[in-house]
T-cell receptor, first 118, second 115 residues
């Protein structure tokens, strides 16, 4: 079974509107971390936001917020006030065994391509 | 230079060639990583180095040989590759391999094409 599932291969969003990117995960660990990365066409992966499994509040970073629903094992990314520069691939990733020296391994989902329309 | 840099950005090689990918991080981090990103597949972790020691080898074929001479540099030596090895190879670094929010910083990648 896939550990990280992103069901939306691609989506359009109008400039200045908000968009929600879905991410569900599968783990039996109690301590884990969830990450979102942005990958523009240039190739580099840009870290956006992090949510720890023990964090009681949803993470926010500027226009990015994470809708963390632990019981449903979902960690959706919300981008508010979309800009043309937000057009990119977006990847959800998980790190399990936070207390273990497990090599800081990230497992990535398949990604969602976002295209912002002017 | 800042962040994580990778050279070359693009590489085309034949199946009998030997080439190397280079990654350098200017962040003072202790851990470095190689990832492979193939078309239509999720990003796959290949190798993890912590303080120049390999801590993870994710069942990668021996035609890929990593080298970490110091905590700032990471190489991926390539030999007798197959066309299916064509992909974007991304390097990343993080402060350490333990801890909670151990964010990984990525380089721009090397786009490899094997003919």
């Amino acid at each position: 079974a896939q550990k990280i599932t992103q069901t939306q291969p691609g989506m359009f969003v109008q400039e200045k509107e908000a968009v929600t990117l879905d991410c569900t995960y599968d783990t039996s660990d109690q301590s884990y971390g969830l990450f979102w990365y942005k990958q523009p066409s240039s190739g580099e992966m840009i870290f956006l936001i992090y949510q720890g499994s023990y964090d009681e509040q949803n993470a926010t970073e500027g226009r990015y917020s994470l809708n963390f629903q632990k019981a449903r094992k979902s960690a959706n990314l919300v981008i508010s006030a979309s800009q043309l520069g937000d057009s990119a691939m977006y990847f959800c990733a998980m790190r399990e065994d936070l207390f273990e020296a497990a090599g800081n391994k990230l497992t990535f989902g398949g990604g969602t391509r976002v295209l912002v329309k002017p | 230079e800042t962040g994580v840099t990778q050279t070359p950005r693009h590489l085309v090689m034949g199946m009998t060639n030997k080439k190397s990918l280079k990654c350098e991080q200017h962040l003072g981090h202790n851990a470095m990583y190689w990832y492979k990103q193939s078309a239509k597949k999720p990003l796959e972790l290949m190798f993890v180095y912590s303080l120049e020691e390999r801590v993870e080898n994710n069942s990668v074929p021996s035609r890929f040989s990593p080298e970490c001479p110091n905590s700032s540099h990471l190489f991926l030596h390539l030999h007798t590759l197959q066309p299916e090895d064509s992909a974007l190879y991304l390097c990343a670094s993080s402060q350490d391999i333990t801890g909670f929010n151990n964010e990984q910083f990525f380089g721009p990648g090397t786009r490899l094409t094997v003919l």
